[in-house]
Nanobody, 127 residues
Framework: QVQLVESGGGSVQAGGSLRLSCPVS?????RAWFRQAPGKERTGVAS????????SYDDSVRGRFTISQDNSKNTLYLQMNNLEREDTAMYYC???????????????????????WGQGTQVTVSS
């Protein structure tokens, strides 16, 4: 299992963009990004089923964030555009074990389906 190490976080003004990256194992079927704001629960942001490329998004980021993967580099990305203050959080990369997390040809945003986690990268959006 590849160690998950997120990169690309930082501070940005509202309306700006950031791209997060995370190396992943080629054996992981489901790959996802989660986030946790101070005092709040960790929630799913976006997921991708590596074999089909099908994606799922939380309603709060749909249309602004794009999850993608480069299988030649075994890297997961999260492109975040039009960032809002409410997007401020620690962002985590997570992967499943084999078929874990797959449902109806997509991957869930349910954290218990993901046994492998990175340490997180901070994203701070200011107005």
């Amino acid at each position: 299992q590849v160690q998950l190490v997120e990169s690309g976080g930082g501070s940005v003004q509202a309306g700006g963009s950031l791209r997060l990256s995370c190396p992943v194992s080629d054996s992981s079927y489901c790959r996802a990004w989660f986030r946790q704001a101070p005092g709040k629960e960790r929630t799913g942001v976006a997921s991708i089923y590596s074999r089909l490329g099908s994606t799922s998004y939380d309603d709060s980021v749909r249309g602004r964030f794009t999850i993608s993967q480069d299988n030649s580099k075994n890297t997961l990305y999260l492109q975040m555009n039009n960032l809002e203050r409410e997007d401020t959080a620690m962002y985590y990369c997570a992967t499943s074990a084999f078929f874990g997390g797959v449902s109806g040809g997509r991957c869930t945003l349910f954290s218990p389906d993901y046994p492998y986690w990175g340490q997180g990268t901070q994203v701070t959006v200011s107005s």
